[in-house]
């Protein structure tokens, strides 16, 4: 271990001594709220489930696929990153850019998990999210706002650059991040201006506070939280660093006669 290595993880040490000193509800890992609490109520038996952008880390795990017998389609942009998935992961794949395909109305559910964000345009995702779902179906949606401090550095930083850093303080993060990102309409209030122009309604927000992208440097670190927690008491929702959204496509309504 280098002496960088060293003097990064000392860091990171001082940064987690200052987040125990904060509110529990300011250290809930958004990510990990939304595979093992938020989506875990919308999951029966039986389902047709779709994975937007889940690749080669499908969200509902081979064993679980097993237990609840639902078919799982997977959508990527990419043909290895479904390839590489766990054996029985998907049913059916779909290679494919997002932004343009068109569904068949066939999904109880769609999970998307951090992709939002690396689309340039968000309604047209969107768009083809709800072409996905069949009346009464709803889209389950993990999105990085396009508030949080991180998200306007990312935009602001050459992407090489980005990408460097990123890889260099969080070795980890090489292998699933470090994508460009847009951020385009990406705040809870944009997603749902979104969503109601597509007629899906918004049924259940989960905001989070926090994220690990500066605890590399302590002082930065405490910099961030101190801006955090005021733009918290400002604008709570807005304030969030990521967040869950679930969106329901209405149940069609039969037509009757007068």
């Known amino acids: 271990m280098d002496m960088l290595r060293r003097l990064i993880d000392y860091q990171i040490g001082w940064s987690n001594r200052l987040e125990r000193l904060l509110p529990d509800g300011f250290q809930v890992d958004g990510n990990l709220d939304f595979i093992q609490s938020f989506v875990t109520p919308y999951l029966r038996p039986g389902l047709v489930v779709y994975d937007v952008g889940g690749g080669k880390q ?39 850019d997002i932004t343009k395909y068109s569904g068949c109305g066939d999904a109880d559910v769609v999970l998307c998990q951090a992709l939002l964000e690396h689309v340039a345009d968000t309604a047209v995702a969107l768009r083809a999210i709800e072409s996905i779902l069949k009346p009464g179906g709803v889209a389950l949606l993990f999105v990085p706002s396009a ?29 699933a991040q470090g994508f460009r990102a847009y951020y385009d309409r990406c705040t809870p209030r944009g997603i749902k201006k ?47 660093e990521t967040f869950s959204i679930a969106l329901r496509k209405p149940p069609q309504v039969l037509g009757t006669n007068v």
């Not at 290895?80 to 290679?95: F, K, M, V, W």
């Not at 401090?149 to 993060?173: C, D, G, Q």
């Not at 597509?198 to 939280?225: M, Q």
Request: a positive charge.
């Open 194 to 240: 979104l969503a109601g122009e597509l007629g899906l309604k918004p049924e259940h927000l989960s905001l989070y506070y926090y994220s690990r992208y500066f605890a590399f440097f302590a002082p930065l670190y405490a910099l961030w939280r101190a801006w955090s927690l005021a733009f918290y008491l400002v604008n709570r929702e807005q304030a969030a």
């Open 147 to 175: 508030n949080a401090a991180y998200a306007r550095l990312n935009l602001l930083l050459p992407e090489t650059a980005k990408r460097a850093i990123l890889f260099r303080v969080f070795p980890s993060s090489a292998k």
């Open 58 to 96: 499908p969200m509902i795990s081979t064993a679980l696929k097993q237990q609840l017998a639902v078919r799982v389609v997977g959508i990527d942009i990419d043909q290895r990153e479904l390839e590489s998935a766990p054996a029985g992961s998907y049913d059916q794949t779909i290679c494919c």
